[in-house]
């Protein structure tokens, strides 16, 4: 019941505890031995690594991958790799034009690492389903893909150059639905679309950019009766009653947050919430004790849609 109780979390619904989703990423080739850089471009050992975290952390639910570069880099963003982390994305390819007057393209299952993808997807669902672990796409969201497409200048552009800035999100919108489509395909239980950037912006910014783009990839996850969530980071006080608002079933946030707060927002908007483990002071470098920060947040969380992960 484990994976279904992470389902029923998400959804805001009630459930016996809170179920745990540790959002492995990379560090999933490290307990593996494994670099970064070769581990996301293996399909055996992505399976392998993530289907190990999983077992090892005792999961309730795990992210395939969590690499916000893989949408860019199908587009045609190059991207560095490194041993320790996920990828960058070093070419912005929109930083003055379109990208329908580039003639960018919607990308296909045969592009970038999407095969890799595919095929790691093929071999871990299995594994993950013997373990009761529901399994995540995460997929890279539309303010944080035009970051990728434009550069810092997204941001400036998206007061001073509307048209431009809506042209750009607009496609990314439609990129975001493709790559939730293709983690349907591999049989992903829960698609979350992650916009870390999307918290620096006004209110009545995201209310314009980012909402409306995050809908394509919502109809693909919910037309494929699949489980919603929105993922966003930094202190996102002032902008988290519009991620409320996003039609996904949850959200999740960063450690930042104050999770009173958060939770009641979520019950406000009846959402399924996640966080808030403290990667920095607590499990990075120790400055609380991760026992207590975790029985705090456990406590402040609850039993209704409550998912207890990583801020």
């Not at 592009?111 to 796409?137: N, Q, S, Y």
């Not at 999100?169 to 293709?182: D, E, H, I, M, Y």
Request: contains cysteine; charged residues 20%.
């Amino acid at each position: 019941m484990a994976k279904q109780m992470l389902i029923e979390a998400t959804r805001g619904k009630q459930t016996e505890m809170p179920p745990w989703l540790p959002y492995a990423g990379v560090h999933s080739a490290a307990l593996i031995n494994q670099p970064a850089d070769t581990f996301i471009k293996d399909a055996g050992l992505l399976a392998k690594g993530v289907v190990n975290a999983a077992d090892l952390y005792h999961a309730d639910g795990i992210p395939l991958l969590f690499d916000l570069s893989v949408e860019a880099e199908s587009i045609g963003c190059e991207a560095a790799y490194y041993e320790d982390n996920v990828p960058s994305i070093m070419q912005h390819l929109c930083v003055e034009k379109t990208p329908e007057e580039l003639d960018l393209k919607v990308p296909s299952a045969a592009d970038g690492r999407w095969p890799v993808i595919f095929e790691a997807a093929h071999l871990a669902k299995p594994r993950l389903e013997a373990l009761d672990c529901a399994m995540l796409g995460l997929l890279c969201g539309p303010l944080t893909l035009a970051s990728h497409l434009v550069g810092p200048q997204i941001f400036p552009a998206l007061l001073k150059r509307k048209e431009f800035a809506r042209a750009v999100l607009t496609f990314a919108g439609k990129v975001g639905a493709q790559a939730a489509r293709f983690y349907a395909e591999m049989g992903c239980d829960i698609i979350a679309i992650v916009d870390p950037v999307a918290s620096q912006i006004r209110p009545q910014i995201f209310a314009e950019f980012v909402t409306p783009n995050c809908r394509p990839a919502i109809d693909i996850i919910h037309g494929a009766g699949l489980t919603s969530s929105f993922f966003i980071c930094g202190n996102c006080s002032k902008v988290l009653e519009e991620v409320c608002k996003v039609p996904t079933h949850g959200f999740a946030i960063d450690e930042q947050m104050n999770l009173n707060y958060v939770r009641d927002m979520a019950y406000k908007f009846g959402k399924g919430f996640g966080g808030n483990l403290k990667l920095t002071t607590s499990l990075m470098l120790g400055l609380i004790s991760p026992r207590e920060d975790a029985l705090i947040s456990l406590a402040i969380g609850g039993t209704k849609g409550y998912i207890f992960a990583p801020g």
